[in-house]
């Protein structure tokens, strides 16, 4: 089947389509005259596009991707957590109930100077760890909850090996190639490739047969390594169901 375009284009359902042409071509107006097609005709889609996950160090990889949420549960299951009456909110730099009072989980005090803007330093109360240090001794395989956070995605993915819920997502995010990101790595730090293919990890983790997925640029950057494996998993999309465009 294929999507009838009114400008007398189609887009070929269940296929991986490509949008091709010099600069100034009139690739985005495409992408969205296209776009605007799919919401009069109701039809789902997914634009995933290079913007940031988050602006604030409490956006990262783990947090946006949900990966978070479940390493929190584990830590919650423990034996000591439940001893000390730990509840999952505790292992959160976000809640009060486990985080440094200090840089109220943020890891860094913030200065205003009068001419030189904001100046970060690292708090020197938990020394950057983000949390009381009650929360940092409950270890799950020898590791705090810090130390996991510390953990690049490939190294998370062989230490929750055992834990389908958490390696789902992880798995998905080192077949693209962001392995090396730490599960905790600032959203701030992260490129504009890195933050689509995160965005491309959490949707490809809820796929949904039948729906439309976008992308602008989505190998602008890349080594061409990457570019193999990730054209490789949006044919793999595509022969789910899925239809896919992409533009260069």
């Given at each position: ?76 299951a423990t034996d000591e957590a439940k001893k000390r009456g730990f509840s999952k909110s505790h292992f959160s730099f976000n809640g009060e109930a486990g985080r440094c009072p200090k840089c109220e989980g943020g890891g860094v005090i913030e200065t205003g100077m009068k001419f030189m803007g904001s100046v970060e ?128």
């Amino acid at each position: 089947g294929a999507y009838k375009l009114n400008f007398g284009s189609e887009i070929i359902s269940g296929k991986l389509n490509a949008v091709c042409g010099r600069s100034s071509a009139g690739k985005k107006d495409f992408l969205n005259s296209y776009i605007k097609e799919l919401e009069e005709k109701s039809i789902t889609y997914e634009k995933i596009d290079r913007s940031p996950i988050g602006r604030t160090s409490r956006s990262n990889p783990a947090t946006y991707t949900g990966v978070f949420d479940k390493i929190r549960d584990l830590f919650a299951a423990t034996d000591e957590a439940k001893k000390r009456g730990f509840s999952k909110s505790h292992f959160s730099f976000n809640g009060e109930a486990g985080r440094c009072p200090k840089c109220e989980g943020g890891g860094v005090i913030e200065t205003g100077m009068k001419f030189m803007g904001s100046v970060e330093t690292v708090c020197d109360k938990c020394n950057g760890k983000r949390f009381i240090d009650e929360v940092l001794e409950v270890k799950v395989e020898g590791l705090s909850i810090y130390d996991v956070l510390n953990l690049t995605v490939s190294q998370a993915l062989d230490f929750f090996k055992e834990n389908k819920l958490i390696t789902k997502t992880l798995d998905i995010m080192a077949r693209l190639g962001i392995g090396y990101l730490l599960l905790g790595q600032p959203s701030s730090t992260l490129s504009g490739g890195e933050a689509q293919r995160i965005k491309l990890a959490l949707w490809l983790s809820k796929i949904k047969e039948n729906s439309v997925l976008i992308f602008e640029e989505p190998t602008a950057g890349l080594h061409p390594a990457d570019i193999e494996k990730f054209v490789g998993i949006l044919k793999s999309v595509a022969k789910s169901g899925v239809t896919v465009l992409a533009s260069d």
